[in-house]
């Protein structure tokens, strides 16, 4: 079991960004495939991202359509954590995020992950 702790979050007007992180802990940090989600209140878990390590410089990156372009998974593996840097938020981008982490392969599907953070609450102001 890999234990999640997520950071970052907080109250943004429109436009503005902010910077989520993720510390992992309990498993070799660079095997994982780590992946973000989001749940708005009355909505299902949904996909935003998700990043694995090839090795060397090599990384492979997935994003959802709603955040391509404005958002950007980065990974630090001496570090063991992952960030999710959000720019030009909207109103709908207010949700909590969620930080999950599976063996090796990315996925879009949550419940292919098996470890999760707590959560962090984006809220942007329109």
């Known amino acids: 079991q890999v234990q999640l702790v997520e950071s970052g979050g907080g109250l943004v007007q429109a436009g503005g960004s902010l910077r989520l992180s993720c510390a992992a802990s309990?498993?070799?940090?660079?095997?994982?495939?780590m992946g973000w989600f989001r749940q708005a209140p009355g909505k299902e878990r949904e996909f935003v991202t998700t990043i694995t390590w090839s090795g060397g410089s090599t990384y492979y990156a997935e994003y959802a359509d709603s955040v391509k372009g404005r958002f950007t998974i980065s990974r630090d593996n001496a570090k063991n954590t992952v960030y999710l840097q959000m720019n030009s938020l909207k109103p709908e981008d207010t949700a909590v995020y969620y930080c999950?982490?599976?063996?090796?392969?990315?996925?879009?599907?949550?419940?292919?992950?098996?470890?999760w953070g707590q959560g962090t609450q984006v809220t942007v102001s329109s």
């Open positions: 309990g498993r070799t940090f660079s095997d994982l495939a």
């Open positions: 999950a982490a599976r063996a090796r392969w990315a996925s879009r599907r949550p419940h292919e992950y098996d470890s």
